[in-house]
């Protein structure tokens, strides 16, 4: 399956909206397209999930490593997923207390605007 990555940028946040499946096939686009918007200077992204119906460890491992990336450069990264599949897995691995998971796009708006930074 391919993998559909579309950016708004808005107010120095960048939206990511993320559209098939995460895996090891597609995840090389993903990771540019993150990296790509860091190197052109946004440091809060917020990564929409809602129509990604999978997500494997490479997957993750990239948001992993681009929080990562973020935070050296005081930025900040969180995700929005209503899916129960995806947020199945976000919740076994850990990563909802790492990442932030956020029910709509709105609410991650909200919560990445009234960050100064990092966490």
């Not at 490593?65 to 930025?75: A, D, I, Q, S, W």
């Amino acid at each position: 399956m391919n993998l559909k990555v579309d950016v708004e940028r808005k107010d120095g946040i960048a939206v990511v909206k993320v559209e098939g499946e995460i895996d090891l096939y597609t995840s090389s686009h993903f990771r540019n397209e993150l990296h790509k918007l860091i190197d052109e200077g946004y440091n809060k992204l917020i990564i929409s999930l809602d129509k990604v119906g999978y997500i494997d460890s490479t997957g993750l491992g990239i948001l992993i490593g681009t929080l990562k990336r973020l935070k050296e450069v005081g930025g900040k990264l969180t995700v929005v997923c209503s899916s129960p599949q995806i947020k199945k897995v976000f919740t076994i691995t850990g990563l909802v207390k790492i990442l932030g998971l956020h029910e709509n796009l709105q609410q991650a708006i909200d919560h990445i605007a009234s960050e100064k930074g990092g966490e």
